[in-house]
């Protein structure tokens, strides 16, 4: 959605009240956690989707990983690494495609342009004949015999 920016999905956490320090997992070890294209994401992805302005963005919406930063480190906890790959998946699930194409097909709006453009030149005077007209003694298309010869 270019132009706009996306919406923020809340995962309904509270990151101060239910940190266990015991329990928690760095963003390192959270990507074994996580789900990739190919395996487990990158470390590098695992930041980023911890960014609170940038996160993990699909669809218009963006999901932020909670995490909590002590002694250089960011970690998280396992709850909070299972919502969000749940908001992730359920945000990054694709859009189902339309039935049919809203509006002229492309390749006839470009046959229009084009006819226009022609006859905006036939009217300045560049060009041999306007775009509808028919070259002399050729038959117009669904045209009979009787209508031709008159």
Known sequence: MPGTSPILVDLGIDVQA???KEEAVSLIGA?????GRYGR???????????????????????????????GIRWTM????????????EVG??????EKPIG???ILRRIRLHA???ARLFAKGVGVRPPTEQPAGLPVV???DAQRSV
Request: aromatic share 10%.
């Open 142 to 144: 669904g045209q009979s």
């Open 116 to 118: 226009e453009a022609e």
């Open 31 to 35: 990507s074994k956690l996580l789900r």
């Open 104 to 106: 002229p097909q492309p």
């Open 41 to 71: 994401p990158d470390h590098n992805s695992v930041l980023r989707w911890a960014n609170e302005h940038r996160g993990y963005t699909c669809n218009g919406f963006r999901v932020v990983l909670p995490s909590i930063k002590l002694g």
């Open 18 to 20: 239910t940190f266990v």
């Open 93 to 98: 699930t694709r859009r189902q495609p339309r």
């Open 78 to 89: 396992p709850e909070w690494v299972r919502a969000f790959e749940a908001a992730r998946t």
